[in-house]
């Protein structure tokens, strides 16, 4: 299943937020959306979620989602969202319920997705036993065990520190590897961006608006960390962006 946002724009109030948004996301790619401070990033995922409808345009999904998939659209947040009283486990085995799965084939998904997060070892661990990435491989794959078509991630490494982000980009490299996934991307970080993104849809500071879609053909497995050819990606991003994010930035502070 493909996503479309055909010439979507959105208002709150009087604030226009996005304006004419026009991009496909195909399945198998990770789309990253990248833009200044409250140019709308997150509303436009909430749209692609279904969470919100726009003021106009459309948001249509093409095709249908492949069997199995017991859920076509899920979130993967910043503030990764466990149930602190259930374990690994029993936080993964919650989106599975009322599927109609029997409680081997709940097992098999637990089973499956525990082992391409590498947290097999963990299943009976709380969250509060874990540090911040290995509960953000929770919340990845709680999001993988529903099959979803599309996994709609908002800042997903945002709250955490450089080294486990680099690690959990090294992870989601390899997960995508072993099986592609769809995914759409919100990140502030350009090196995010161009490590994990097949394409790179960069927004103008509010109203979003889309300044350029960057594609990068290079396979993820082959982007290494601190790659010259991503600085370059990386540099030409930040010279869409720069001048955006100061305005947006001064614009915040002043209002
Ligand atoms: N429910 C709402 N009601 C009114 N205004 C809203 C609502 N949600 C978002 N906004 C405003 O819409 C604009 C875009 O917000 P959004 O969170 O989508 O931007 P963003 O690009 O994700 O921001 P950031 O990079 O800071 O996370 C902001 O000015 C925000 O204040």
Same mark, same amino acid.
Not at 31 to 48: A, E, F, N
Not at 49 to 60: A, C, I, K, N
Not at 84 to 113: K, M, Y
Not at 205 to 225: C, F, K, N, S, W
């Given at each position: 299943?493909?996503?479309?946002?055909?010439?979507?724009?959105?208002?709150?109030?009087?604030?226009?937020?996005?304006?004419?948004?026009?991009?496909?996301?195909?399945?198998?790619?990770?789309?990253?959306?990248?833009?200044?401070?409250?140019?709308?990033?997150?509303?436009?995922?909430?749209?692609?979620?279904?969470? &919100?409808?726009?003021?106009?345009?459309?948001?249509?999904?093409?095709?249908?989602?492949?069997?199995?998939?017991?859920?076509?659209?899920?979130?993967?947040?910043?503030?990764?969202?466990?149930?602190?009283?259930?374990?690994?486990?029993?936080?993964?085995?919650?989106?599975? &319920?009322?599927?109609?799965?029997?409680?081997?084939?709940?097992?098999?998904?637990?089973?499956?997705?525990?082992?391409?997060?590498?947290?097999?070892?963990?299943?009976?661990?709380?969250?509060?036993?874990?540090?911040?990435?290995?509960?953000?491989?929770?919340?990845?794959?709680?999001?993988?065990?529903?099959?979803?078509?599309?996994?709609?991630?908002?800042?997903?490494?945002?709250?955490?520190?450089?080294?486990?982000?680099?690690?959990?980009?090294?992870?989601?490299?390899?997960?995508?590897?072993?099986?592609?996934?769809?995914?759409?991307?919100?990140?502030?970080?350009?090196?995010?961006?161009?490590?994990?993104?097949?394409?790179?849809?960069?927004?103008?500071?509010?109203?979003?608006?889309?300044?350029?879609?960057?594609?990068?053909?290079?396979?993820?497995?082959?982007?290494?960390?601190?790659?010259?050819?991503?600085?370059?990606?990386?540099?030409?991003?930040?010279?869409?962006?720069?001048?955006?994010?100061?305005?947006?930035?001064? &614009?915040?502070?002043?209002?």
């Amino acid at each position: 299943m493909d996503l479309r946002l055909a010439n979507v724009s959105h208002t709150y109030g009087e604030t226009e937020v996005l304006r004419d948004i026009n991009l496909d996301i195909p399945s198998g790619q990770i789309v990253c959306i990248v833009g200044p401070s409250g140019c709308g990033k997150s509303t436009l995922l909430r749209m692609l979620g279904g969470l &919100e409808q726009p003021t106009s345009g459309e948001v249509l999904q093409l095709g249908t989602p492949l069997a199995g998939c017991l859920n076509p659209l899920t979130y993967v947040f910043q503030d990764f969202a466990l149930l602190p009283w259930r374990s690994v486990r029993g936080n993964v085995a919650l989106v599975l &319920e009322d599927h109609g799965l029997d409680a081997a084939a709940r097992a098999r998904i637990i089973d499956d997705v525990l082992t391409r997060t590498k947290l097999t070892e963990f299943a009976d661990a709380l969250p509060k036993q874990l540090s911040g990435g290995m509960k953000q491989r929770v919340a990845i794959a709680r999001a993988l065990a529903v099959n979803p078509a599309v996994m709609l991630m908002d800042e997903p490494l945002s709250a955490l520190d450089s080294q486990t982000r680099e690690l959990l980009m090294d992870d989601l490299i390899s997960l995508w590897t072993r099986q592609p996934f769809t995914a759409v991307y919100v990140t502030h970080n350009l090196a995010e961006a161009v490590r994990l993104g097949h394409k790179i849809v960069v927004l103008s500071r509010r109203p979003g608006q889309i300044r350029e879609v960057v594609d990068l053909t290079t396979p993820l497995a082959e982007r290494a960390y601190g790659d010259a050819a991503l600085e370059a990606q990386q540099q030409h991003l930040w010279g869409l962006m720069r001048e955006e994010a100061a305005a947006a930035d001064a &614009e915040l502070i002043h209002v």
